[in-house]
């Protein structure tokens, strides 16, 4: 916190000349043609590609960044498109590594950290390990270089995968870890609430979320009413389908449900995101990035 401190002004100035210039509305989303009912691949040869595997994105709120995570030479990398001098940029990688494996961006609610897993070592010198979930801080020409881990209350001996927020800081992310788990491939979905400058001791989701099964890639809306998630088990339309759960006026999760043939097929989707905007869900499926109208969300109350 100390850090936060120290830079919370530049912080400030800089988000404010982030949000002085405002995209045109023909210019949301790459400039792309929005999707109805079907999904749609997300802007395809710009992100999208037949040469490389694309998955995990997610915007800022104010429309203007895009980050997404890549492979190249069987390494994940992460890539920011952003709006600038009222275009779009091309695609920068903004971490990687010969050495590590970086991926599942998502930028805290006040849009000054980037989160992401990586295996990398605690020093960023030694070998690789299990995965952590770490961030970067935003500075005013770019981002900081020295990953910091997100902490024990997250990360354990074992994998965590993706990461999302609510507006009072609580992250869901997936673990394998912790004692309760019966096999390394039983990931399951937690959150942790964040207080005093760290995350706190994670707690598991109930049962209506949760299975023997894996549960991983969780987009939690940032109002805490509803979760979409991947998760692998008997039924589904491929191997890996999205599902989701709503919570109840009085704080309970529903049983999870398969968001159908609008969204999952025989393929793999994975790594769900909603615009701060309410309008798109983003999600990934076999190497691309597709997204929908966020209406298919509502139809499934």
């Known amino acids: 916190m100390k850090y936060l401190s120290s830079t919370f002004a530049i912080l400030l100035i800089f988000s404010g000349s982030l949000s002085a210039q405002n995209i045109p509305a023909k210019s ?3 400039n792309q043609n929005p999707p109805g009912q079907t999904a749609a691949v997300f802007a395809p040869g710009l992100v999208s590609s037949k ?4 998955y995990g994105s997610t915007f800022s709120k104010d429309g203007k960044e895009l980050f ?3 492979i190249i030479n069987d390494k994940p990398q992460i890539r920011c498109i952003k709006f600038e001098e009222n275009a779009w940029s091309a695609p920068k990688t903004i971490i990687g590594s010969d050495k590590y494996e970086h991926n599942d ?3 805290s609610p006040d849009q000054n950290r980037l989160y992401f897993i990586s295996d990398r070592a605690m020093d960023g010198k030694g070998e690789k390990k299990d995965f952590d979930i770490w961030y970067i801080e935003r500075t005013s020409d770019g981002w900081s270089d020295k990953p910091v881990s997100a902490g024990p209350g997250i990360n354990t001996p074992k994998n965590e995968y993706y990461m999302s ?3 009072d800081g609580t992250m869901y992310f997936s673990s394998n870890g912790g004692t309760d788990m019966a096999t390394d491939k039983n990931y399951d979905i937690k959150s942790a609430k964040y207080s005093k ?3 706190q001791s994670s707690v598991k989701l109930p049962k209506e979320i949760n299975t023997e099964h894996y549960e991983a890639d969780v987009f939690v809306s940032p109002d805490e009413q509803y979760v979409i998630f991947c998760t692998e088990r008997p039924g589904n339309f491929g191997k890996g389908d999205l599902y989701i759960s709503f919570k109840t006026k009085t ?5 999870a449900k398969n968001m159908g043939n609008k969204i999952n097929n025989e393929g793999y989707e994975f790594c769900p995101f909603v615009t701060s905007d309410g309008k798109y869900l983003f999600f990934s499926r076999d190497g691309e990035i597709f997204w929908i109208s966020a209406s298919v969300i509502d139809s499934l109350r």
């Open 28 to 30: 949301m989303y790459l």
């Open 51 to 54: 040469e490389h595997y694309e």
């Open 68 to 70: 997404y995570a890549v």
């Open 105 to 107: 961006p998502f930028l």
């Open 165 to 167: 927020f609510t507006n």
């Open 197 to 199: 400058g760290e995350f």
């Open 251 to 255: 704080g309970e999760w529903l049983p």
